[in-house]
């Protein structure tokens, strides 16, 4: 677990100047060099001087490791919310998305993995005013690339799944949704190619 390469992908600040920051760190199996390194969901919380405060790494449940962290978002100071994906235990990789206070305890972790078992990889991470999540990306329905769909899938604020959508577009090719935002009472933009 020692000296891979470290990539951020999304970063927050939160009201009282503590910075949070998501994305991927890639880890060795020791000894270092026997192993091509394999891929952790990782965020780290620094305060406002730049100091570590913690690190917390998702690893995924699958055999090999290829977990991602995409996005970060924070409600209240005490909500941090992370999204990404990583490869789970009988299927392809599948949307992760994370909830931890403030001090890096983790209040929930919430995975969509479509029938079928196949690729799901999350691109994008919204949350209204009430602690709902909306994650969205690409979700496949068989091994080949052109059959991804955007979907979107909204948590409540304790994590539990409250629906999930799918869009395939009019060419039935691959869809690739990059960005979410809502307006609260369920009312979400999804956008993409």
């Known amino acids: 677990e020692a000296n891979g390469s470290d990539g951020a992908k999304s970063v927050e600040v939160d009201d009282q100047g503590n910075i949070y920051v998501t994305g ?7 000894p270092q ?12 919380k620094y305060n406002s ?3 570590q405060q913690w690190i917390r ?3 995924g449940t699958g055999a090999t490791r290829n977990a991602r962290g995409n996005n970060i978002k924070i409600l209240n100071t005490n909500e941090i919310y992370v999204s990404g994906y990583a490869k789970e235990s009988g299927t392809e990789n599948d949307f992760v998305t994370i909830k931890y206070n403030s001090s890096g305890a983790v209040l929930w972790i919430s995975k969509y993995n479509r029938i079928g078992n196949f690729e799901d990889v999350q691109t994008s991470l919204s ?4 602690g709902n999540a909306y994650v969205t990306g690409e979700s496949r329905t068989d091994v080949f ?3 991804g769909d955007y979907a979107i899938v909204k948590y409540n604020s304790s994590g539990t799944e409250q629906w ?30």
Not at 127 to 130: A, L, N
Not at 165 to 172: L, T
Not at 179 to 187: E, L, P, Q, T
Request: charged letters at 15%.
């Open 24 to 30: 991927i760190s890639k880890e060795y199996e020791i």
């Open 33 to 44: 060099g026997e192993s091509s390194g394999q891929n952790t969901f990782t965020t780290i």
């Open 49 to 51: 001087n730049f100091e």
């Open 57 to 59: 790494k998702y690893y």
């Open 127 to 130: 949350i209204d005013s009430y």
């Open 145 to 147: 690339i052109n059959t």
């Open 164 to 193: 999930a959508k799918h869009y395939n577009g009019p060419a039935n090719l691959q869809d690739i949704p990059n960005a979410i935002v809502n307006s609260g009472n369920d009312v979400v933009y999804v956008t993409g190619n």
